[in-house]
């Protein structure tokens, strides 16, 4: 399942971003997620310090 973000809990600090080593994460007025590039480590997910990353589970 692909990774959630939570943009009302997410305070575009950037952390994220510099954690991922795939690339997979932007930052523009909003963060997302590039899916395909995404392989679902949980590295953001463990640094976000607000907590609004989540790798959904079946
Ligand atoms: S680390 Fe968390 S709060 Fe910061 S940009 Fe990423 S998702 Fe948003
Ligand atoms: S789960 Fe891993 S590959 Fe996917 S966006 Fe987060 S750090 Fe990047």
Redesign the pocket.
């Known amino acids: 399942m692909p990774?959630k973000i939570d943009k009302k809990v997410c305070d575009r600090c950037g952390t994220?971003i510099s954690?991922?080593?795939?690339n997979?994460?932007l930052l523009t007025d909003e963060l997302s997620?590039i899916r395909d590039q995404?392989?679902?480590?949980?590295?953001?997910?463990a640094i976000c310090p607000v907590g609004a990353?989540e790798?959904e589970k079946l």
């Not at 954690?19 to 795939?22: A, E, R």
């Not at 995404?38 to 997910?45: D, H, K, L, N, S």
């Open positions: 990774l994220c954690v991922c080593p795939c997979a994460l997620v995404c392989t679902q480590c949980g590295t953001c997910v990353l790798i």
